[in-house]
């Protein structure tokens, strides 16, 4: 199988390299794109060097069976018809097609067939955000149907990319100095601090980020559920969590949620408070499973219920989620 990778150089890139690995996806050929700034460079997988190509409006894309893609929604819009112009299919990391009727919104525990109908020959990764709150939301919504949802997430460094990251660091290593604070990547300083904006506001007063969990959680689950957001940058490295109140059709105990969430596929449960056992993104930060506890009911809706999740937003939140869909084509034969 022939495999292309979009946007190489950046983390989820490279986190593609390091989970096609772990996975032992089978490729057949590489072939890694990029912009102008990363093209030429080179990067190891599976004991072979792969030099960086220069991503254009050509025929590179010729034989490709399947190209990851994530390098923004601009591009994606680019080169999506060269990408796809051979009968390759796009798995997109952007937010480029995720709302578009022709394009499935994909996360295998959830909708893998839904993968199976794609018109464009392109098939969407969710938000990090979405992704982690439906894989736990799916075993619940078996339960009873979930009517509404109230979210806060609390979203790490990563989840604004490699250079995020470094500058988050970085900004800790200035502090301690006493240097000039670096800000770039963020409106300000994430260093000691959180930012309760993700992308730009909206005229509601909702942010694109808050949005896409309210639209994508809908398309995803095939459901009418409501989801109202509050989306925080906060100064983690690595992995996001979310506090989630849900509502459903009727009331589900304690240890119904635990249960049905234990013998979830992709969902572990970590949840034993009086021993101060709960998910923290120190812990998720590189681990495959999105992990949930803090399981009680909710005291404000007799048939509410609330939790707390952690996972890693470059693994399950993007690169990982982009690999199971893959997976789930090559055994279904494409």
Not at 11 to 39: C, H, W
Not at 97 to 103: A, L, T, Y
Not at 198 to 219: A, S
Request: charge should be negative.
């Amino acid at each position: 199988m022939k495999v292309a990778i979009v946007g190489a150089s950046g983390a989820v890139g490279q986190e593609f390299l390091r989970v096609l690995d772990e996975r032992n996806f089978p490729i057949d050929e590489l072939v890694l794109f990029g912009s102008e700034r990363s093209a030429g460079r080179k990067y190891s997988f599976r004991g072979k060097e792969y030099e960086v190509k220069l991503l254009q409006h050509n025929d590179d894309f010729k034989g490709v069976d399947i190209a990851f893609t994530s390098a923004g929604a601009g591009t994606s819009k680019e080169f999506a018809a060269d990408i796809t112009k051979y009968g390759a299919v796009m798995i997109d990391n952007s937010s480029a097609f995720r709302m578009d009727d022709d394009v499935p919104l994909v996360v295998p525990e959830c909708n893998a067939e839904d993968a199976l109908n794609r018109p464009r020959g392109i098939i969407a990764n969710p938000n990090c955000t979405t992704i982690m709150m439906v894989v736990v939301l799916q075993p619940l919504e078996k339960l009873s149907h979930i009517k509404r949802i109230h979210v806060s997430s609390y979203q790490s460094a990563s989840g604004a990319g490699a250079a995020a990251m470094e500058e988050l660091q970085q900004q800790y290593k200035e502090i301690v100095s006493g240097e000039p604070i670096t800000v770039n990547k963020f409106a300000y300083q994430l260093a000691y601090n959180v930012i309760p904006q993700i992308d730009v506001f909206q005229d509601n007063g909702y942010t694109k980020e808050e949005m896409k969990m309210f639209n994508e959680t809908r398309k995803i689950m095939h459901s009418d559920v409501k989801c109202s957001a509050t989306c925080v940058r906060i100064s983690s490295l690595r992995s996001h969590s979310e506090s989630v109140w849900i509502e459903t059709e009727r009331p589900i105990s304690v240890e119904e949620a635990r249960k049905a969430i234990a013998e979830a596929d992709g969902v572990t449960l970590q949840d034993d408070p009086a021993n101060k056992v709960y998910p923290m993104p120190l812990f998720t930060a590189g681990k495959d499973d999105i992990y949930v506890g803090r399981i009680r009911k909710d005291l404000a809706d007799e048939n509410g219920l609330t939790f707390w999740l952690s996972g890693d937003q470059i693994k399950k939140g993007a690169a990982l989620n982009a690999v199971q869909i893959a997976e789930y084509l090559v055994k279904v034969g494409l």
